[in-house]
T-cell receptor, first 114, second 108 residues
């Protein structure tokens, strides 16, 4: 299994508080991604990174920011959490964007915003 | 973004064969993935198709028709442990767009 972990695995927070989720990999993969998964919507890309300090927005980036200061860590921050951000968040990694390069997913973080 | 369409739910009997379909927009196509996701777990990679035809991997096969914007995942000799969501992902971007997933329920 690819070495990819997420922390925390579960979090309950209140509306308006900042939240940071961490993704850590031991595979030295270049690409890292944050997705959210909600019933009826499937996996939606929030942000991704193509190298240290190189990030770009996905389709649902509003209300989220990311940072990648080291190859192995990719942080997702909700500056001021809202109830609409209650979701399961998955981090993923891949070696490249070349065709056929599969993504390996972390175990997920279940976030509840009250 | 890419429009990926797949059925929401399917049921099948243990030991049977089931086919899960996926359609996508053909413009700018860059390959199609299938992932399996058990309840409460992370998605895991099953297959990738970029050329037309059938790719077989044990009990699972995946088919692609580029001209029709169509793929299917074929599961043979169904087992109870195959009950899961099956995610189709693809598109014109190098980062695939995921469909909403097909929840497969296998019953005895």
């Amino acid at each position: 299994d690819a070495g990819i972990t997420q922390s925390p695995r579960h979090k309950v927070t209140e509306t308006g508080t900042p939240v940071t989720l961490r993704c850590h990999q031991t595979e030295n993969h270049r690409y890292m991604y944050w997705y959210r998964q909600d019933p009826g919507h499937g996996l939606r890309l929030i942000h991704y990174s193509y190298g240290v300090k190189d990030t770009d927005k996905g389709e649902v980036s509003d209300g989220y920011s990311v940072s990648r200061s080291k190859t192995e860590d990719f942080l997702l921050t909700l500056e001021s959490a809202t109830s609409s951000q209650t979701s399961v968040y998955f981090c993923a990694i891949s070696e490249s964007l070349a065709g056929g390069n599969e993504q390996f997913f972390g175990p997920g973080t279940r976030l509840t915003v009250l | 973004g890419q429009n990926i369409d797949q059925p929401t739910e399917m049921t099948a009997t243990e030991g049977a064969i089931v086919q899960i379909n996926c359609t996508y927009q053909t413009s700018g196509f860059n390959g199609l993935f299938w992932y399996q996701q058990h309840a409460g777990e992370a998605p895991t990679f099953l297959s990738y198709n970029v050329l037309d035809g059938l790719e077989e991997k044990g009990r699972f096969s995946s088919f692609l028709s580029r001209s029709k914007g169509y793929s299917y995942l074929l599961l043979k000799e169904l087992q109870m442990k195959d009950s899961a969501s099956y995610l189709c992902a693809g598109g014109g971007s190098y980062i695939p767009t995921f469909g909403r997933g097909t929840s497969l329920i296998v019953h005895p």
